[in-house]
């Protein structure tokens, strides 16, 4: 099966820039995807298309996609910013049309 | 605003069927533009994706768990339902259900249910 791959974690400090990166073979010709989950909530879509950013997602959070990797950038982490982050895509050969990293833990020291 | 709202037993014994259903307000489930899916996660653990259904019917499983799960739709109630068969207790996880968009050979959920803790146990 297809693979993405996640940093367990990733520490900040508040008001820096935060990176969690995702690798996978299949990112240069699939869109990468991010979520983020609090303690006991669902995951909210932060970004879709590698860089695009839904309605009420703060401007802080962005996206970009190099080769095999995609990487989400928090700018001025606040306390509120500390989750899990997922990414999410799909396999070239799409036997897997949804495929989740293994999640990164945010710590806003 | 779209909302979705997951319903069923929170305790399934092994080797029994585990059935839920997702109920869509706010919007129609059968819109020509979105598709809707079911994703898990086990407690502490991360998400995995179980599969997806379009209004019409038509389904998208995860290869790893094709064997044991049904996705259905009731356009009719604005509802789409999941089927685990023989389960054991790794089938123990938070299941969400959400509306999913596609582009190239990628789902992408949108909007997503509160999540229904299912315990598999005796």
């Known amino acids: 099966s297809y693979e993405l791959t996640q940093p367990p974690s990733v520490s900040v400090s508040p008001g820096q820039t935060a990176r969690i990166t995702c690798s996978g073979d299949a990112l240069p010709k699939e869109y990468g995807y991010w979520y983020q989950q609090k303690p006991g909530q669902a995951p909210v879509l932060l970004i879709y298309k590698d860089r695009e950013r839904p309605s009420g997602i703060p401007e802080r959070f962005s996206g970009s996609s190099s080769g095999t990797t995609v990487t989400l950038t928090i700018s001025g982490v606040q306390a509120e910013d500390e989750a899990d982050y997922y990414c999410q895509s799909a396999d070239i050969t799409r036997t897997y049309p949804v495929v989740f990293g293994g999640g990164t833990k945010l710590t806003v020291l | 605003q779209l909302q979705l709202q997951e319903s069923g037993p929170g305790l399934v014994k092994p080797s029994e069927t585990l059935s839920l259903t997702c109920t869509v307000s706010?919007?129609?489930?059968?819109?020509?533009?979105?598709?809707w899916g079911w994703i898990r996660q086990p407690p502490g653990k991360g998400l995995e994706w179980i599969g997806i259904i379009y209004y019409t019917g038509n389904t998208n499983y995860n290869p790893s768990l094709k064997s044991r799960v049904t996705i259905s739709v009731d356009t009719s109630k604005n509802q789409f339902s999941l089927n685990l068969t023989s389960v054991t207790a790794a089938d123990t996880a938070v299941y969400y259900c959400?509306?999913?968009?596609?582009?190239?050979?990628?789902?992408?959920?949108?909007?997503w249910g509160q999540g229904s803790l299912v315990t598999v146990s005796s």
């Open positions: 959400a509306r999913a968009g596609l582009e190239l050979g990628s789902y992408y959920f949108d909007y």
């Open positions: 706010g919007g129609s489930i059968s819109s020509s533009t979105y598709y």
